[in-house]
C-alpha cells in the first residue's frame, strides 16, 4: 500500500497538537494531523462535569485566538473548553484526520519516518508526539488493590458525583484532580481523602495567570518554582469544600482488604468505591520501538526534539518538554519554538533528504 507522505507529521489532536497545527501553518510547512478521538476537544471532552480551568477563559487561549468567556462562569468548564478547541480547528481550517490510531512509528530508511496506523502509513521527514497523558492513567501496585471488592475507578473514568449518592468513598491522590473529585464528592457521599503528604493549597489568589507566568520567570532564571509556594490550586469549589472543613485530607493507608482501607495503625474504613487521582504517564506507545527511553524510562529532550532522534519532538508532556507545555496557554510558547526548529532543519535539509 502506498504511503501517504506528508513534511510534518502531528500525532494527536488535542491542545498540543492544534498549538502545533498553528504554527504549522503560518511556517508555511505540509503536514498533517492525526487524531484517535472520533471528535474533536481533544481530553476535556472525556472529563468530569464539574471539572474547571484555573485560569478565566481569556489566559486560558491557544496562539491566535483567544477562548470567548463561559456566561455566568469566571472559570469555564470542560465542556466549554472542548467547544472552543473544535472551533479553533475549524477556524483555522486544520487537516485532522480522526479517527486514525497511530499503532508504530518506524524508521523509513530514507532519512524519514514511517507512521503505521489502523488506517493506513503515513511517511514523514519530521515528527511531532502530542498525544497527551489522558490514556494512560496511572494506579499505583498497593497491597491488596486486587483483593479489595468493591468499585475502583480512576480520574479518566470519573464522570459525576451523583454516581455515588449515599456510598462511602475513598479518594486517593493530593494533586489538583483529588481535591476537585474530593470536593465534588462531598455533595453526595461520605468521602475520605487520602494524601500521601499533608495537601498544600496554594494562597487563594494564586490561578492559572499566576502559575504560567511563574514558569516565565523560572526560564528566566528568576523566581520561585511553583513547587515552592504549593501544589493544589483552591478553585472556588476546592476552596468552599475545604472552608467548610469536607475536604481533610487522611494520611496515606497501609494497603487494602476486600472491604476498604487500613491504616499502618490498624484503623479500617470500609468503603463503597474508591478514585484514584493518582496521574497519567506519557502515551508514548508507538515510539517503543525506536529506543529512544533513558536510562530513567523518559525520553531524553533537549526542549521538545528527543536527544536519540532528532526528527522527533514531543510537545505538550509537562515541564520536563517545555514549562507549563501541558496547559492551554503555555503549550503555544512551546510549539512555536518546536517548529521553528522543525522549519530550520527542514530548509537546511532539503525536500529530497
Not at 45 to 64: C, E, I, K, M, Y
Not at 81 to 86: E, I, K, Q, S
Not at 321 to 343: C, D, F, K, N, Y
Request: proline share 7%.
Amino acid at each position: 500500500m502506498t504511503a501517504h507522505r506528508t513534511q510534518v507529521l502531528v500525532v494527536g489532536g488535542g491542545q498540543a497538537g492544534l498549538a502545533a497545527g498553528y504554527y504549522l501553518r503560518r511556517a508555511g510547512l505540509d503536514f498533517e494531523i492525526l487524531d484517535a478521538s472520533t471528535a474533536p476537544g481533544g481530553s476535556w471532552q472525556h472529563s468530569w462535569d464539574t471539572l474547571r480551568l484555573f485560569s478565566p477563559a481569556a489566559h486560558s487561549s491557544l496562539p491566535g485566538r483567544p477562548m470567548p468567556g463561559q456566561p455566568g462562569q469566571e472559570y469555564p468548564d470542560a465542556a466549554h473548553t472542548a467547544a472552543y478547541l473544535a472551533d479553533y480547528e475549524k477556524r483555522y481550517d486544520l487537516p485532522v484526520t480522526r479517527p486514525v490510531r497511530v499503532e508504530r512509528i518506524e524508521d523509513a530508511g530514507d532519512g524519514g519516518l514511517l507512521a503505521r496506523t489502523d488506517s493506513g502509513t503515513w511517511h514523514t521527514r519530521a515528527l511531532v508526539m502530542a498525544t497527551g497523558t489522558w490514556q494512560r492513567p496511572f494506579v499505583p501496585a498497593l497491597p491488596g488493590l486486587h483483593e479489595y471488592t468493591g468499585r475502583q475507578l480512576h480520574t479518566h473514568d470519573y464522570r459525576s458525583a451523583s454516581e455515588f449518592t449515599g456510598q462511602r468513598v475513598l479518594v486517593v491522590g493530593g494533586g489538583n484532580s483529588g481535591a476537585q473529585i474530593a470536593a465534588d464528592l462531598t455533595a453526595t457521599a461520605t468521602v475520605r481523602w487520602a494524601t500521601l503528604r499533608p495537601p498544600r493549597f496554594l494562597p487563594d489568589e494564586i490561578d492559572g495567570r499566576a502559575l504560567f507566568d511563574l514558569a516565565t520567570r523560572r526560564v528566566q532564571g528568576d523566581g520561585l518554582r511553583i513547587s515552592d509556594l504549593g501544589d493544589i490550586v483552591a478553585t472556588p469549589p476546592v476552596r468552599i469544600a475545604r472552608d467548610a472543613g469536607r475536604l481533610a485530607a487522611r494520611p496515606m493507608f497501609d494497603h487494602l482488604d476486600a472491604e476498604g482501607a487500613v491504616w499502618e495503625d490498624g484503623e479500617r474504613w470500609p468503603c463503597d468505591s474508591i478514585v484514584w487521582c493518582t496521574g497519567f504517564r506519557p502515551d508514548l506507545r508507538p515510539l517503543s520501538g525506536l529506543g529512544l527511553r533513558g536510562a530513567a524510562g523518559r525520553v531524553p529532550t533537549d526542549g521538545t526534539r528527543a536527544l536519540a532522534d532528532p526528527r522527533i519532538h514531543l510537545l505538550g508532556y509537562g515541564d520536563w518538554t517545555g514549562p507549563a507545555s501541558a496547559t492551554l496557554i503555555g503549550v503555544g510558547r512551546t510549539a512555536r519554538t518546536a517548529v521553528e526548529q522543525i522549519a530550520d532543519t527542514l530548509h537546511r535539509t532539503g525536500p529530497g533528504q
